[in-house]
């Protein structure tokens, strides 16, 4: 154990967390900020570098460059080293990766409010950002790859690792492709097909290998039993790596992009719902005999609930991909709905059912409050819940309407009580989390709150 | 769209009959116009009606003044009050040039009550209705030809005295295009003939109207009394052969 | 020790799922319509400003002297140089968020927008990156060209409410000088939004 301990670095970890934290505070402002647009209750008005538009710039990458990367990567500092044995290329290295990524968080903040944001989706970083990020995530591969690689000299690696191998090699590649062939190389349609891609690909082949990779670790660990089968981790991992580089063209439906990409994009989609399916089965029968978790351990709590919430979401996504719905709810607050149901529901889920796992062995402490941490859970779950039925229902509402040949204003005035309802959901999640850091603030102070007897002499009262 | 037609039909009898029960019906309908008014217009034209509504400061061609009852694009001549189908027909197409955007997508119901609605602005309502509409004869089979527009060409330059406003080229530019002034004052500019992009429509007929009934209070008179329907579809010609130049 | 199977090794996990499925994604899903589309030609910003739009022509009528102390006169280089910071402009206020730029052939948007969208309309200089847009909060603007008027656009930057009463788009007074007069920004704005499906002959659009 003593070389384990010498191997772990728990302060990049924590670092990462807090960082990660920070980020998720200015995305969840962010995105109440441009909640209140809609509403009409926008409170600055008149001041060009908080213009409603950059806000919902900096609202998106503040939680996939700021929150979720950083939250992922605490969870990759964590497992790598105790799967392999040996720790990342150097310390220094993870410091240095540390501090530019938050530099480069920041730097891609200002950029989209000083107006160099960049028209590509969820890479709205700025031009001159973007040759940095490359060089950091190179720099991230050459940091991990080492001990993946010396682990894998004398055993099979494990199913996390093929993961992480996959994300740490895609990221790149998918960040070169979608970020500089479109600015520079590739106009219009073809280009289309480039940034959708780069919009499904920064999601399935960053977000969700290292997602899952974690999963992989964490659930058996906590349980304490191993994955249920073996071949159907290899089905979801091959599935994953040959069907997602082949989907993202199903952001631009009924575009003027050939069709024959439009068709294989769908079957692509569909396709992964399957794999999904077999992924979240080997989960279920992983816990099965073991329910209990779920209502007396957080961290799996998280966990589940999230992978439900994928589940769901690879389902609805299987259903609205096809030609036929796309008619109805493109472009409408449906695909907001279930985007948010990935990235909130899905991966920040998992990330803070890990936050719940590891802030007691980063901090020593033991968590101050087990009754926060159900307060957290169910604000976040229902808040999200709300959010996600209203803009669904709002979408198809509005494409309704659309397809109905209202006058366009209609579907703006029929959408406002909907917007109304996500405003209240988004306060309740940014609720939720705020209870959480509160929590976590109280446990780093070394605050314990007595809960088994509150309870009991409630249970006296009563 | 024959679904579509079908039920606009049978809304226009509900409403035909609607509008045949006179004060009840009509009351609801200015009601129902009201909430229309609120929702679309209301921005540019004003709570009033009086064309000083909120967004009018950076619009060139400002928004019509709903309390004087008097409209440029109507087939009645001079200063009479217009039918329901030349608002109608504003409400549909917009006034391609101008800040009125088509509302062809509000329902024929939604337009109808608007337009009563509007007509309460203005007490001419109640007193006078709206003179008899110019008759448009069907297009002659000499419109459009050489012989036509040049004829239209001289009645252009001479006769009609077009040019004065319009220019020689039909840019809009003639000696008069800077000074020119509507009933309210504000300034208005002649018409660019050369890009074909007329308020009251591009067709011949609607250009044949517009040329016959003129553009009340503004300097464009109806040349109904002044030309015969021969040389209006003359100048027809020469105006429609002037597109496209710059 | 486990017995060591090539499916879980380094080497193979990253040559075929990390590289190889790129790969083949990539060259199914992106370079095909790469491939495809580069037969149409690609057309620069000065060629297409080379005609001078009748809108363009016009703001500089309907706002003479703020005309002539942004751009001068309307020239093609002036209506160039427009078209590229009205892009920009329209890029970095995060506008293709919330407007759409392509029509589909489906759910009556024909009879809304006007003519669906091809390929070739696409292929050029103000398209490099796309601006397709992902939500339509506001309506489609492929097709904005000509469907309304100069002064309209000026006055709804400015305030969006004030001729659209139940909009929720965003104001633009920073386009707009402290008197709420035009800036060369908002000249910009409205020539680039009447540039957007100028292309079309306008006898076929109707909105």
Known sequence: MEHRENIMDYNIVKAHILAALLFLGVSLIAGLLYSLQFTGDYPFRSVEFLSPGKIRMLHTNAVAYGWLLNGLLAGVYWVVPRLTGYPPLSRALSW??????????????????AGYAQAIEWGETPIFVDPFITLGLILLAVNFVPPIIRAGKDAPLYVSLWY???????????????????????????GAAITGNFIHDLVGLLVTPLGWG???????????????????????????????????????????????????????????????????????????????????NFPIRWFYTGMIFYWITCFQCAIQVTLTVQKLIHFTDWVVGHSHLVMFGVFSFWIIGMITELWPRLTQNQWYSERLHSWAYWLNTLGLALMFITLTIAGVVQGVTWWGLNHFMDSVVFSLPFWYVRTISGLMIIAGIAIFVFNMWMTARGHVRDEARLAQEQTVAT | MVRQKRINLILLILLSLALSIPAAEAAGLTEAGKRVYKKYCVGCHGEKGDGKGRGTALLVVKPRDFTTGIYKFKSTPGDSLPTDEDLMRTLVRGLPGTSMPSYRLLSEVERQSVIAYIKTFSARWQTESPASTVTIPSVPGYLNTPDSIEKGRAIYGGKGGCSVCHGDRGDGKGPLWSSLKDTWGEPVRPANLRWAMFRAGNSPQELFRTLKAGVAGTPMPGFGGVLTDEEIWHLVSYILSLKGGR | MEKKTLRESFGFILLVAGIGFFVVGFIFQMLGPVVFLNKIPMKSVEEMASRVSPEFTLLSEDYPEEFRKAFGEPTPESYAQALLEGRDIYIAEGCWHCHSQYVRPIANEPLRYGAVSVASEYQNELQLPQLFGTRRVGP????????????????????????????????????????????????????????????????????
């Open chain 3, 140 to 207: 489609d603007l492929i097709r904005e060209a000509g469907i309304r008027s100069n002064d309209w656009h000026m006055q709804h930057l400015y305030d969006p409410q004030s001729v659209e009463p139940k909009s929720v788009m965003p104001a633009y007074p920073w386009l707009f000088d402290e008197d709420g007069r035009p800036t060369r920004r908002a000249f910009s704005m409205v020539a680039y939004l009447q540039w957007l499906g100028s292309w079309q002959n306008p006898e076929e659009k109707e909105r």
């Open chain 1, 214 to 296: 974690l999963m992989y670790f964490f659930v058996p660990i906590i349980i304490g039993r191993p994955i249920w089968s073996h071949s159907l981790s290899l089905m979801g991992f091959w599935g994953l790596a040959f069907f997602y580089p082949m989907q993202g063209l199903h952001h631009f439906m009924w575009s003027p992009v050939p069709m024959y990409v439009q068709y294989s994009a769908v079957v692509a989609t569909i396709a992964i719902e399957v794999v999904v399916t077999t992924v979240l089965a080997n989960f279920i029968l992983t816990l099965r005999g073991n329910g209990d978790y779920l209502r007396h």
């Open chain 1, 164 to 190: 992480f191998t996959g994300a740490l090699v895609w990221v790149i590649l998918v960040y070169i492709m979608g970020n500089y062939l479109p600015q520079f190389f590739v106009p219009g349609a073809a």
């Open chain 1, 96 to 113: 240095f990766i540390f501090w530019v990524l938050q530099l480069l968080v920041l730097a891609t903040a200002v950029g989209i409010l």
